[in-house]
């Protein structure tokens, strides 16, 4: 029998047995990225922009030639010529010459300084008149100025969002390194399972962790594969056991409340590679099994939901994420409780909330219930943690609370 | 011309120019429910549980009946049959017997009461000690303590969260009702650009604007069809625009900085239907533009990545949310800035930040730049606000900081 561990002492037992996938890195075109993990650095391999380019409405000029004008003696400067938008400017700017320019053209060489078109006059001669002296590399981005070759634009391990897509694109990398997406087996056990489309029968209930569990991992980007339900019957499990292993990266099986499936998640655990842990010092979620087939993680989840729920997302998600070289950040937001919560039992205690703005102040009102109740999770908002060693916290305390709506 | 408008009176005019759209409602499969918008409050039609419950193993019996006993004394109860897991229980328990129940298991009629196994003996002759007396209500999950008809178990307008997936699963509600994703067109306008999987020419840039958007509106649940690049010529704009607007719920067009193509775009918003403003009080995004076709809104996004970022996350994502009856919720976390921040143009202000945990306090780095670096964004976790009323922020001043990392 394996002691309780702590959840810290899970979190570190998970880095330690488990590497980042060696084999993980896919490419994938730039228009499917976002929300993938980025498994390399992606350095630069060209100046952004690549020419000088003005940021104004205008006329590039020397700067000097501006020196000392203003509205009543105006620099006077010949329009050498007109560049349009998405032209190159492959030429040098004759010095005392002028030319036009839109915002985000190109500016010649020779020219360091672009000037506003509101503190110029086209006197319609072919000379263009400047009242207000320039300074050199006003309103002008230079060659690199925004990303030059070798630059690390993004690291390994994000979870690439819509505005790194954006800088991605900028930068010209069209197909992106990314981690693929772990398949995940899903397998629930019980005798009183039916599947949720099913009318339960005398003293069944649906099976709601085998969808929860499907959508939980899709939406942290993963390939959930689900293998249904399998009666508490420890030779059937074993073989759905080793099928899921065989043909994913890491098998969760929740529910087997019954003794005899206990036993048997572990033996066949035992039979396949190590059992790591039994029971965690958590509330809920205590009864969780994990162990390592051959680099494969194997995770017992309890039956009931809401611990299969804290389970996944407190270690297994975690767990998932480095195997794909994923970046875990997570923030929580400060909110007041809005009833005092006791917890002596000497496990960190998790417990869901729904939050509720209200004169600038966030409030965390906690939902109780019985033990396995799922209307605990539905209409949540966030979750907070009681610490094992503290007893309890009163009315109006500011806590943490970490937000798991629309997710 | 329109006067700037404030981003609040950009967000009350969206309340007031756009409503859920009617036909909005789609039945989904609770498989693919998972980040979809609730359409309708969802009522449960059944109990959960249907049937009254044993929350622990051991034996159901009359709390009565164990009433004064202890170890010493036990109170010895025939045992009357042995319900299994997923077995109804439709018989009424003989008063003064006991019947075995496992976790979950089903308690008959008559049965007030569940004793742990721990504190009952099986003296192998048909008879059971109870050692501890037990109270009525105990160790039970009663029929319907979960849900019962009629209750409403997630409100409509929800964004669903796997937690509200496995709510579903547990009453039995295979279909869903959620919003339609919303097809919004994307057209980017500018004769500098150039598809990002090409190399820009002299003059040229890469179109970052239309894959970043895409990526936006597909982590907010909309389907995007890009309409590529327009060149800077206004019949060309307009035939693409009206093509768009008869295809799509919505259109972005963004660049087109020319003064010809802004007019082009403004003309064709109110041949099609009503300007509603052109130009908002913030930077970056100052020159945006909003229309009303037919109830179809037209946003035109400044060309800056930037500020076509801002201006879709503020204002044009939760006018979308709007048309699908979605409820926004924003959090955002506390932050302490790490460098002074000025501010005095009389436009709310906006930066990107990158967030750093150090001691348990979240440092919000703002990430400085020049207009329209691209690298402004890239990394970003999240952005801040300074208001349009005030002047700067000093260091170390704690700000909300809304993530907007990994989405």
Sequence with gaps: MLHLKTPDEVLALIQTEFAPLSDRMEPV??????????AEDIRATEYVPDFNRSTVDGYAVQAKDTFGCSESIPAILPLDREIRMGEGADFILPEGTCCAVPTGGA???????????EYTEDYGDGSIGITKAGAPGQNMIFRGDDVHPGKVVLNAGRLLSAQDIGALAAIGCSTVPVARKLTVGIISTGDELVPHQESPG??????????????????????????????????????????????????????GSSVGVKDATCRTIESMGTLLLHGIAIKPGKPT?????????????????????????????????????????????????????GANHGRAQYSCCRLEQRNGRVLANPIRSKSGLITTLADADGYFCIERDCEGLPKGAIIPVTICAGE
Tied chains: 1, 2.
């Design 289 to 341: 099994i994990m162990g390592n087939a051959g680099g494969k993680p194997l995770i017992g989840l309890p039956g009931h939901p809401v611990a299969a729920y804290f389970i996944t997302r407190l270690f297994a998600l975690p767990l998932f994420g480095r195997m794909m070289g994923r970046t875990m950040t997570q923030y929580t937001i400060s909110a007041e409780l809005t009833e005092s919560m």
């Design 29 to 38: 075109p730039l228009e499917d990225a976002i929300g993938r993990v980025l």
């Design 202 to 255: 005398p003293g069944q209930v649906r099976d709601v962790n085998s969808v929860m569990l499907c959508a939980m991992l899709k939406a942290f980007g993963l390939n959930p594969v689900n293998y249904g339900i399998v009666l508490d019957n420890a030779p059937l499990l074993e073989q759905t056991m080793r099928q899921a292993v065989s043909e994913c990266d890491a098998v969760l099986i929740s529910g």
């Design 107 to 117: 500016i010649p060489q020779g020219a360091d300084c672009a000037v506003m078109l």
